[in-house]
Structure formats: structure tokens, C-alpha cells
């Protein structure tokens, strides 16, 4: 019998807690769903099909979409207390920024004109406002972060 050696975050139950190469199968129920970190070495998954083929021996599968579970790639969980809300999408990977507006108070230039003999001729402010509209290009934020897998206790 294989163990899960990992360290994980019971979402479930809500309780932080590290375990090393113990089964805890039986200690959590249908639909738990852990971040999972795997040993970099390990024979029984050493690709993704491999590493499905054994968790689904120890009970678990990938949260990839398939087997009746949620696709958590490029995901970050955050809790709900109604379970009416559960599997909800929120938030966007990426964003951008739209500005708009335009100058302030109406505004021009008064100037004298010079020229010839005799009196001068003044070109009066003539009031106008300049408009703008910026959009910053895509961006993501995301936090320092480190990628796990999350998988679900199917059986």
C-alpha cells in the first residue's frame, strides 16, 4: 500500500496540518480536497498520467475538470460558509486600467498684437478643455506564491 507523502491544508474541515508519508485516506471525507505536494523523485509519478494512475489507486484525483472534479488549474481557493456558493468562479487573472477625463476649469491665452502705427489689437482668451482617455495595458497580480496540486478524495 502507497501513502500519501505530502504536506497539506485541509480545506474541508478548515484545519492546518502537516503529515508525512501516513494514509489518511480514511480520515477524510468524499469531496475533501487538499494541495497536494509531491515528492520530486517519485517512481509513481514521474508524468501526469502516472501521477493520475496513483492517485486514483489511493482514492483521489487531480482537480483537473475530469472525474467529477473542479478544475483548480491556476485557481486559489477562498471559503465560503454557503454551500450555495461553493464551485462559484470569482475574480480574473488579469486587468487592466481605464482613465478618462479631461482638464480642468476652460482655458485660453490673451495676447497683444503689435504692429503698424497706432493703436494695438488684443486677441481675447478663447476658452477650450483638452479631454483624455488611457487604458494601461494587461497586466496580471498575483501574489508571491508557490504551485500545488490540488487534488479530491473520490472514493
Known amino acids: 500500500m502507497y501513502y500519501l507523502n505530502m504536506i497539506f491544508f485541509v480545506i474541508a474541515f478548515g484545519l492546518a496540518q502537516a503529515a508525512s508519508g501516513a494514509p489518511i485516506s480514511g ?3 468524499k469531496g475533501a480536497i487538499i494541495a497536494f505536494l509531491p515528492e520530486s523523485n517519485s517512481k509513481h509519478y514521474s508524468d501526469t498520467e502516472s501521477l493520475k494512475r496513483w492517485l486514483k489507486s489511493q482514492g483521489w484525483a487531480l482537480c483537473d475538470g475530469t472525474q467529477g472534479t473542479p478544475n483548480l488549474n491556476y485557481q486559489m481557493l477562498i471559503g465560503t460558509t454557503s454551500a450555495r456558493q461553493t464551485w ?5 487573472r488579469t486587468h487592466t486600467h481605464n482613465i478618462r477625463g479631461e482638464s480642468g476649469p476652460s482655458h485660453g491665452r490673451e495676447k497683444a498684437i503689435r504692429g ?6 488684443r486677441t481675447p482668451a478663447v476658452g477650450h478643455k483638452h479631454s483624455i482617455e488611457l487604458v494601461s495595458e494587461t497586466a496580471e497580480h498575483l501574489p508571491l506564491s508557490t504551485r500545488v496540486l490540488f487534488i479530491m478524495k473520490i472514493q
Open 27 to 29: 480520515t477524510l471525507p
Open 88 to 92: 462559484q468562479k470569482v475574480g480574473s
Open 116 to 121: 503698424g502705427i497706432g493703436r494695438q489689437a
